[in-house]
């Protein structure tokens, strides 16, 4: 039985075999041809592969490519690339307008962008994921406790291990994980360093400015020569060397103010220089490891609110007026008293363009297309002055606008004020920034002198064509005003700014 048993079973396992084999071809043949249970084994194993690579490409997409560091304060130009503010800050700071996207060169018409906040946040994350792998240095490890030093103390600005923290010195104070101040601290850097940049392009443009204010007292000192060595022609020839000091001692003043604007230029530009050295290292620090910014951290705040609270005072244009000997007793030959009535008027005074422009500058006035109307009380005179030299004065108010001279006519209609300016000879008191200066209409320019105190002459030589303003306390010349000549009765007035 035993030999007529073993056959069968023989037998039986050799067609379970057979049929084990077909099934396994059968299977095989279905993972390469129809899309199964095979083939998912074999995706699932693909993607284990890819998501190495994907999270290496993901994480270079979060590195600027000026500073090959994480972001910082990301922001994407019109081109769609993105940079850390700073670093797009110092990279347009010597880049020629306009401005180009420092990866594909692209023009970018903004000049302000906002920062990206999911590139931030991403940013972020992948920091604080780098941070644990950095290697703990000495410093970072409590030699007391031999514990890591994980705490941040917000009062101290130090760090700290877990049982430091719980000390009796240091358990009243304010402890975050090295991380999470990190980051904040980097947010607060981040803060000042778009401080410390405003304020090095406002230094940027207080340099450009001193460059034009020089340029402009330049101009005014050559007018201003011509004005002197005019004026000292009406007096006699032994004149000349007072003439000659006055205008020596005006250079040397003028100098001495060059000076003051070239050494005020010259600390603008180290102070700006020191800004963005500042700013540089400030930079520097966001991208160091959380423990070691933070080390130094206290100290950098100090100086950073140390320079934002110095700035740079503006320098005095002023020139000193001197008197010129003999000067007011020529004038006084020209007298003439009671120019001006007593009454006066109050309306609105219409400034033509030209004028305004300079009375009401953009920059600290809001321009209007309409005309300019400016409440005023008006005197004008009783003379009309067709011919010959005349010479009057006047009482103005130190703490005050005004406007004094001579014009073609005075018009009043419906309550306004209007004179021709053309025909017009004056000068102007004006307040800007808490300080008077004196303007006048042709040439339409400010005169860099001290306001006067008290008395203003004014002395008209009609045939020459020539109106002057001078200082009637010490007989030193405000301004001379030539014109070709005059061909309409001229009227004295003065105008004054209402309360």
């Known amino acids: 039985m035993l030999g007529v048993a073993k056959p ?118 992948a920091r604080q994921a780098g941070a644990d792998s950095v290697n703990s240095s000495e410093e970072q490890f409590c030699v007391a406790h031999k514990a890591a030093k994980r705490l941040f103390c917000d009062f101290e600005k130090k760090l700290f291990c877990r049982h430091c923290s719980d000390s009796p010195n240091h358990v009243a104070h304010s402890h975050s994980p090295t991380q999470q101040a990190a980051e904040e601290y980097r947010e607060e850097l981040l803060k000042r360093m778009g401080s410390l940049w405003n304020m090095a392009q406002e230094m940027q443009n207080n340099v450009k400015i001193e460059d034009e204010k020089a340029g402009s007292l330049q101009e005014y000192v050559a007018l201003r020569k011509v004005m002197i060595r005019a004026e000292y022609q009406k007096i006699h020839q032994f004149l000349y060397e007072e003439e000659c000091l006055y205008v020596d001692t005006m250079e040397r003043e003028a100098n001495e103010i060059f000076q003051q604007l070239q050494e005020s230029k010259v600390r603008m530009t180290q102070q700006t220089e020191s800004l963005k050295e500042m700013f540089r290292e400030q930079m520097g620090m966001c991208h160091k490891p959380d423990m070691e910014m933070l080390q130094d951290l206290g100290t950098v705040l100090e100086r950073t609110e140390l320079v934002q609270n110095q700035k740079p005072q503006p320098v005095n244009l002023d020139l000193t007026s001197w008197c010129c000997t003999g000067l007011l007793e020529l004038l006084n030959r020209f007298r003439v008293d009671n120019v001006l009535s007593d009454g006066n008027i109050s309306l609105f005074m219409c400034i033509s363009e030209d004028v305004r422009s300079v009375l009401f500058p953009a920059y600290h006035y809001n321009m209007s297309r309409e005309p300019q109307r400016l409440r005023s009380f008006v005197i004008w005179g009783t003379h009309t002055f067709t011919s010959g030299r005349h010479y009057w004065e006047v009482d103005v108010p130190h703490s005050s606008c005004w406007i004094l001279g001579v014009c073609k006519d005075i018009l009043i209609m419906e309550n306004l ?44 030589d009609y045939d020459k064509g020539i109106v002057s303003f001078h200082n009637a306390s010490n007989g030193s010349l405000l301004c001379s005003l030539a014109s070709s000549s005059f061909s309409s009765p001229l009227k004295p007035f003065l105008c004054l700014e209402a309360s």
């Not at 920034?433 to 042709?442: E, S």
Request: proline share 6%; net charge positive; hydrophobic share 40%.
């Open 8 to 125: 069968k079973a023989t037998a039986g396992g050799q067609a379970l075999t057979l049929k084990e084999g077909r099934r396994q071809k059968a299977v095989a043949r279905a993972k390469a041809w129809v899309p199964g249970a095979g083939r998912k084994l074999v995706q699932a194993a693909s993607f284990r592969n890819m998501e190495s690579h994907t999270l290496q490409g993901l994480l270079r997409e979060l590195i600027c490519s000026i500073c090959m560091n994480y972001f910082l304060d990301p922001v994407t130009l019109d081109c769609g690339h993105s940079f850390c503010r700073p670093c797009l800050c110092l990279s347009w700071d010597a880049a020629q307008i306009p401005m180009r996207c420092p990866y594909c060169r692209q023009v970018s018409e903004k000049p302000d962008f906002k920062t990206s906040i999911p590139l931030r946040s991403l940013a972020s994350l």
């Open 417 to 460: 004020f209007f004179i021709d300016w053309r025909e017009a000879s004056v000068l102007f008191s004006l307040k800007m920034n808490d300080h008077y200066y004196l303007y006048t209409n042709r040439p339409l320019i400010v005169h860099h002198v001290k306001m006067p105190v008290g008395k203003i002459g004014v002395f008209l």
